[in-house]
């Protein structure tokens, strides 16, 4: 399984950017994709996920509203959607896959490489 993420850079405060993740090497029935974002010196932490079947989105509370998660299932890409972005957006964003849905670190079965993401004000 490979999943290659793609879309990373800098970009001012405000701004929109759209991360995307290629998923290959299985089919992915029954997962849960997303993303997870990890500071400098801290733990990887859960932003979003979409249910590969049904397409369901769970979002946690520090984007909700503002960053949009969504799935293309013809053609196995995940996207993140980043409108308003903030400083504290700054991070390195993961993309990954579970089996069965759910994704935490401990859940996670396969991880991308990682993209950066740099917000200046």
């Known amino acids: 399984v490979q999943l290659v993420e793609s879309g990373g850079r800098a970009v001012q405060a405000g701004d929109s950017l759209r991360l995307s993740c290629a998923a290959s090497?299985?089919?992915?029935?029954?997962?849960?994709l997303g993303w997870f974002r990890q500071f400098p010196g801290r733990e990887r932490e859960f932003v979003a996920a979409?249910?590969?079947?049904?397409?369901?989105?769970t979002y946690s509370d520090s984007v909700k509203g503002r960053f949009a998660i969504s799935r293309d299932k013809a053609n196995n890409m995940v996207y993140l959607q980043m409108n308003s972005l903030k400083l504290e957006d700054t991070a390195v964003y993961y993309c990954?896959?579970?089996?069965?849905?759910?994704?935490?670190?401990?859940?996670?079965?396969?991880w991308g490489q990682g993209t950066q993401v740099t917000v200046s004000s």
């Open positions: 979409i249910t590969w079947n049904l397409g369901t989105p």
């Open positions: 990954a896959a579970a089996r069965g849905g759910s994704l935490t670190p401990a859940t996670v079965h396969f």
């Open positions: 090497g299985r089919t992915f029935t029954n997962f849960g």
